[in-house]
């Protein structure tokens, strides 16, 4: 497929600083963010909140209908309801796991994000952006990260949030879904072929958003 959609895919680890990166980005260059995986996460809610179980597959197929997903700036609705902070509870992280390796799940979130999406000016992160969503992008960054800076990284973020956890605990929960988002059957993180990867343990932010800019800019004049 030509790559011409005017989107930018940013894709990569957990910690390895998507979504900061990509508000930035999107901010910068006048553009809306996706946050893919806070779709998985809310449908975990979701999900949860229904007390519904995976295997139960005509149930999920129930509420996968049902339910209304929207992002407005950062902030995520299920239902009309804010659940921004409501889906990043420990619970949510160990749920997102199986919840989004479930075809029928995935199936549903990959459809709306191609509807959102294809008219672009996007900037979108995930795992399966550059790969399935949108292999049409017209710039495709793989983020990552050394363990030890994604660690330190999400350990922030819960502590802001009143969360108490320590440094192991989190580095442990971020190499087990490393674990599961790249080797799960359907549609595994990994870099494509024609993404450029950047480091983010040692950049800041805007010398990264600078670096991803330059590169859009590069690919757009030269298609
Ligand atoms: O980026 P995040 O940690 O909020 O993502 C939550 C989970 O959702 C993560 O375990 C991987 C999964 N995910 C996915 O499978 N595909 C995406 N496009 C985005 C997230």
Do not use: C
Request: glycine residues 6%.
């Amino acid at each position: 497929m030509s790559p011409r959609l005017d989107l930018i895919a940013l894709d990569g680890p957990s910690g390895s600083g998507k979504s900061t990166t990509a508000k930035r980005t999107a901010e910068r260059l006048g553009w809306s963010y996706l946050d893919t995986g806070a779709m998985y996460r809310a449908t975990s809610l979701a999900l949860h909140r229904a007390g519904v179980h995976l295997s139960d597959t005509d149930h999920v197929k129930n509420i996968l209908a049902k339910i209304e997903i929207n992002q407005e700036g950062t902030s995520i609705f299920l239902d009309g309801e804010n659940v921004s902070d409501a889906i990043r509870t420990m619970e949510i992280n160990q749920m997102v796991t199986p919840v989004s390796a479930d075809g029928q799940v995935r199936e549903a979130m990959v459809k709306q994000q191609q509807r959102l999406g294809r008219r672009g000016y996007w900037v979108v992160d995930g795992r399966d952006i550059g790969t399935v969503v949108f292999p049409e992008a017209i710039a495709k960054i793989f983020l990552v990260a050394s363990i030890q800076v994604r660690s330190e990284r999400r350990l922030k973020e819960l502590t802001d949030k009143g969360i108490l956890t320590n440094l192991e605990e989190v580095a442990l929960d971020l190499e087990r879904r490393d674990l599961a988002d790249s080797t799960r059957s359907i549609s595994p993180l990994r870099k494509a072929e024609d993404a450029i990867e950047l480091d983010t343990s040692k950049r800041t932010v805007d010398e990264i958003v600078d670096l991803i800019v330059a590169h859009y800019e590069q690919r757009r004049t030269s298609l």
